[in-house]
């Protein structure tokens, strides 16, 4: 009697324990490709290069394009983000379908091959930060002298307005100067129109060395203000006012104090990726909107103002390797237990290539081995059976911006209806 009542809880005992096991039990991620990355994948494998490569979907860039012209309507001018952009190619693509001739530059490297470029030397480039002065002087001696004088130099200072100045001096030159000015971001740049008027007050003491040309006032921190309650496009569009009434502020008070700086129509460059569409409605000031990102959509910018726009780029890497199970070097004797424990650990692949700046997209439920650690040259995942990759299949990954990945993998696949359909050369870093 004892015993068999023993036995039964012992039965209960580990039924609960099986039951308690199963449920806590991680549940299998995996599934294959979606039918877009199935086709991909077949693409690659009938006509690919059997490395790593960054793929450029131009029917959804061409989607996106459409998008963004229909957000910027005239009066507002569109200014093409050169950093997130990085290839000749793609800038041509992107001029031509917007039919714009405005470009945002990070980098002095940058600055200098386009001044090279006949196509662009003669496009309208603001710099979208302040150089030192020693990147002046720099791309003072690789550029021509009438192509250096018309570009859009970001001021943030008083100081390097000073140091500008004693450039234009030394060289006898003019300097187009654009000043920064803070809308929210607290970022740098000029905080109130009393800094900024003791700034226009030097330039337009030295009307030989300084044109005064417009503002630029960044505010990327509206997309992301904070809400408990209420509709975040509505938070959003009220920052949006706010940063644009500080904005007017400036402008007003310049024009008062320097009516003659003002006589002629200025740059009064805002906006992003994240807030660019917000610039349609209830916008008095801001005549000029840069944007770069959104046309690529990496994952950065998976935002609620964004979610018209599609993901067009991706990076594609082949798997070299599959084995069965997750074997730790070390932990041989019970790696066994890893996949009956977690059928994510099912399957081990090894891909050419990893670490990159991005995410898995496809097949889904993949991951890294934090135990194995990141490598470069052969990218360890895992991910249970229902994944379905054999070598010479590719993972899909999408990267998480774009200027530093296009530059390292130094030219885009482009990908028309779902097939290869040439390549663009990227910029090099």
Known sequence: ??????????????????????????????????????????????????????????????????TLSKNIPPPLHYRIVVKSLPSLDLLRYITKATKTNRLMVFHSGDLVMLLGEDEFSSFDILLGKPMPLRALEDIFKKTKVDKFQKIHWLVDTETRLNQYLEFG?????????????????????FQNPDETNKTLSLIQKNPNNLEFDGFMGYEPHVASVPILLGDKYDAITKEIQLSLSKYEEFVASGKKSFPVLFDKELLLNGGGSKTYR???????????????????????F??????EHKPAFFIA???????????IPFLESISFIFP??????????????????????????????????????????????????????????????????????????????????????????
Not at 175 to 180: G, N
Not at 317 to 327: D, F
Not at 371 to 384: D, E, V
Request: aromatic share 12%.
């Open 317 to 327: 890497a082949p798997v070299l390797k599959r084995l069965e199970g997750t074997t």
């Open 302 to 307: 998976d935002v609620s103002t964004l979610t």
């Open 169 to 189: 001096k030394s060289k006898n030159i003019k300097l187009h100067i654009v000043l920064e000015i803070d809308v929210g971001l607290h970022r740098g740049g």
């Open 278 to 300: 917000f610039y349609q409605k209830n916008n008095h000031v801001v005549n000029d909107v840069s944007v770069g990102s959104a046309l690529v959509m990496p994952t950065d």
């Open 340 to 429: 009956l424990w977690n059928p994510n650990l099912q399957v081990t692949y090894f891909t050419y290539g990893g670490a990159y700046l991005a995410k898995k997209e496809s097949p889904q439920g993949l991951f890294d081995n934090g135990l194995y650690g990141a490598s470069t040259n052969q990218g360890i995942l895992n991910g249970s059976r229902a994944t379905g990759l054999q070598p010479d299949d590719y993972v899909f990954f999408r990267p998480t911006q774009s200027e530093k990945v296009m530059a390292e993998m130094g030219e885009v696949i482009l990908l028309r209806k779902g097939k290869i359909s040439g390549t663009w050369k990227c910029f090099i870093n």
């Open 1 to 66: 009697m004892l015993k068999s009542r023993f036995f039964r809880i012992l039965i209960v005992f580990l039924v609960t324990v099986f039951a308690f096991v199963f449920f806590l039990r991680p549940k299998d991620d995996g599934s294959p490709y979606q039918e877009y990355f199935a086709k991909l994948n077949q693409e690659l494998k009938n006509n690919g290069f059997g490395k790593p490569v960054i793929l450029l979907d131009l029917d959804r860039l061409d989607e996106n394009l459409s």
